[in-house]
């Protein structure tokens, strides 16, 4: 993994929120264009994202809560 995946990586909730500035996510979406492994991380996300914004009237399916879990415990780390 190069420097700049690291980067995008740490930006990737960053980056789908929009809590970034428009440089920084053009640096990004450039990164993730060229970087099929970043690429596909980040449509993960996204997709992922989308499912838990979506469901929160529902019960969210298992997967989903175990990746959740996952992510706060890798924030909160
Ligand atoms: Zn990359």
Redesign the pocket.
């Known amino acids: 993994?190069?420097e700049?995946?690291n980067e995008?990586m740490k930006r990737v909730y960053h980056y789908l929120d929009g809590e970034m500035t428009w440089w920084r996510a053009r640096e990004i979406r450039h990164?993730?264009d060229e970087?099929p492994?970043?690429g596909e991380v980040f449509s993960f996300e996204e997709h992922f994202l989308k499912v838990v914004r979506t469901s929160l009237q529902e019960e969210p399916p298992p997967e989903i809560l175990d990746r959740l879990r996952e992510v706060l415990r890798i924030e909160g780390g």
């Open positions: 993994m190069s700049l995946c995008a990164h993730i970087c492994p970043c």
